[in-house]
T-cell receptor, first 115, second 118 residues
Framework: NAGVMQNPRHLVRRRGQEARLRCSPM?????VYWYRQLPEEGLKFMVY????????ESGMPKERFSAEFPKEGPSILRIQQVVRGDSAAYFC?????????????FGEGSWLTVV | AQTVTQSQPEMSVQEAETVTLSCTYD???????LFWYKQPPSRQMILVIR??????QNATENRFSVNFQKAAKSFSLKISDSQLGDAAMYFC???????????????FGEGTQLTVNP
């Protein structure tokens, strides 16, 4: 049973370019979460999605960041016009349900470097 | 809003010894979950142990156990017989048990870097 799959693992972008990070949840999981980890800091919640729905985006920056989880295919975290401050590790996680307390499982992260 | 505090940025332990990592949290909720995650140099987030707030019994997973003090809002992790492979950043995390959105997110502490000395 494959775990949460993220790609790319490492991505380098120049300032002003777009970054797209992809996440395939564990088999049987329909809930996806994105977290960001800035250097030397803990993980911060960004967004929670179910298929075709954004449930909670209270942790997303108001501009340049968007996320989707289409009916088919992986979840995408999109960062437009990247700036140096976007350099971070972006973790995707998934769970089968939220209200039962099921554990959230993390992918291996995608490291974005903006040069 | 819930907050999680880890007051020890760094800890060290001798191989085969026992170490305890501290975590406190602040919440007005009565039902929630607490977790310890480990992040080794590979940076992957690995679940170490989980505790349901409604359970009085402390969770245990092999060499890892917790001391859950609900009234004090304390959730410490004890690692027994420490091994070199235990060296990592350890994060304490809180998750609400209620609500469609409030039960979705994990709130993390800032982490404790554990060094295991041979």
């Amino acid at each position: 049973n494959a775990g949460v799959m993220q790609n790319p693992r490492h991505l380098v972008r120049r300032r002003g370019q777009e970054a797209r990070l992809r996440c395939s949840p564990m088999k049987g999981h329909s809930h996806v979460y994105w977290y960001r980890q800035l250097p030397e800091e803990g993980l911060k919640f960004m967004v929670y999605l179910q298929k075709e729905n954004i449930i909670d985006e209270s942790g997303m920056p108001k501009e340049r960041f968007s996320a989707e989880f289409p009916k088919e295919g992986p979840s995408i975290l999109r960062i437009q016009q990247v700036v140096r401050g976007d350099s971070a590790a972006y973790f995707c996680a998934s769970s089968p349900r939220t209200l039962s307390g099921n554990t959230i499982y993390f992918g291996e992260g995608s490291w974005l470097t903006v040069v | 809003a819930q907050t999680v505090t880890q007051s020890q940025p760094e800890m060290s332990v001798q191989e085969a010894e026992t170490v305890t990592l501290s975590c406190t949290y602040d919440t007005s909720e009565s039902d929630y979950y607490l977790f310890w995650y480990k992040q080794p140099p590979s940076r992957q987030m690995i679940l170490v142990i989980r505790q349901e707030a409604y359970k009085q019994q402390n969770a245990t997973e092999n060499r890892f156990s917790v001391n859950f003090q609900k009234a004090a809002k304390s959730f410490s992790l004890k690692i027994s017989d420490s091994q070199l492979g235990d060296a990592a950043m350890y994060f304490c995390a809180y998750r609400s048990a209620g609500g469609k959105t409030s039960g979705s997110r994990l709130t993390f502490g800032e982490g404790t870097q554990l060094t295991v000395n041979p």
